[in-house]
Each structure stands twice: as C-alpha cells, then as structure tokens.
C-alpha cells in the first residue's frame, strides 16, 4: 500500500491526503479547511504503533472534526459546532494541559478567542472547558513549559505580531479528576501484568 506524504487542508471544503504528486483518498468537511493537527488520544502516545492516525481539524466557519486515516482510505470520526463556537478557526494544537492522561485541543479562532476542549466521557464529542479572548485573530497557538517546568502554558500569536502567553490552566472538574484517576489506575494494572510477565519468564529461565 502507497504511503500517505502530506495531508492537505484545503479551501474547497476536502481534506487531501496525498503520496508523492498523487491524491490517494480526501474527506469532504462541513466548511473550507484552515488547519489541522496529530491528535493522540492518550497523551502517552501509545498508539504510535496504530494503523489508524488520528487528526483534528477547524474550518473557517467554526467547525471542530476529527477523522482517522491509513494507507488505504479516511473515515471521520466527528465533527462539533454550537452557535457559541462559530467564528473562523485560524490554530489548532493539541496537548494533555491538565495532566489527565488525555490531550486536550488548543483552538484559536479568527475573533480572538483562545479555547480549550477536553474529553471526560471518552473519544466522543470534545467538551469546551475554557476561554478567553485576546482581542484580536489568532495566528498560530502552541504550548510549552515558560514559567514553571511542572506546568504547561498556552502560548498564542495574533495578526498584529504580538505574542501572548496564558498560564491560566483550565479547571479540574470532577469528570477531569475521574479521568485522571482511571488513567493511573489502567497504568498501574499494566505495569503488574508486566511484572507478572517477566516473573514468569525468570522462574521459566
């Protein structure tokens, strides 16, 4: 099977995944495409061995989608707006900032709105958790460790240059906190199968 070089957000409402000058498959979205980014469901980036990758994307009348892609064809996964979150999506990152064992998706929209979309029940639809507006169009939005090294910020640049940082985490709710707790519980079971494992490999030895 050919291999996927590049996927393409396109202004003509598809999504393009192409090999090499070739177009293998595309998706048809609800609006034109602006950007798009890697999405790991488990911010542990298990799933790197996956056949299936997964994306997120914004268009440029406010509509957030997902969708998985192979080598051999893209199916979507899902696709959230509310009349709330309609202006133009210009950025879209993707990180766990609340440390609760799933990423999170960064979005900054053409009104300067700067949001933040978690996952407490799952990969189903994404939950907004927090906003803040900066006053003027997000170019590009990313995070990284700029005040404290236990804590990731959420850095933005707008159309005029500026560039912005927001250290205000998103609140830990109940269902944050259910999501943290399983994801340490999972791991925990994993690593005693694992120490069942070689303990059963040494006694073999």
Known sequence: DAEVDVLLACQDRVIRC????????????????TCLCRYHPSSSKTNEASVDKMFV?????GVLGAFTCNNTNIKKVWTHQTEEESGGITAIAATDITHNGIQEILVGREDGRVQ??????GPTLPK????KSVGESIQSIGHAHMISPDKEDIVVVTYSGNVILLNERPPVTSATKEARDSSVDKRMKELKADIDKLGEKLKQA
């Open 57 to 61: 994307y914004g268009t440029s009348n």
């Open 128 to 131: 907004l958790v927090y906003t």
């Open 116 to 121: 933040v979309y978690g996952f407490f029940e």
């Open 18 to 33: 192409i090999q090499g000058s070739e177009e293998l498959y595309n998706l048809p979205t609800d609006g034109p495409a």
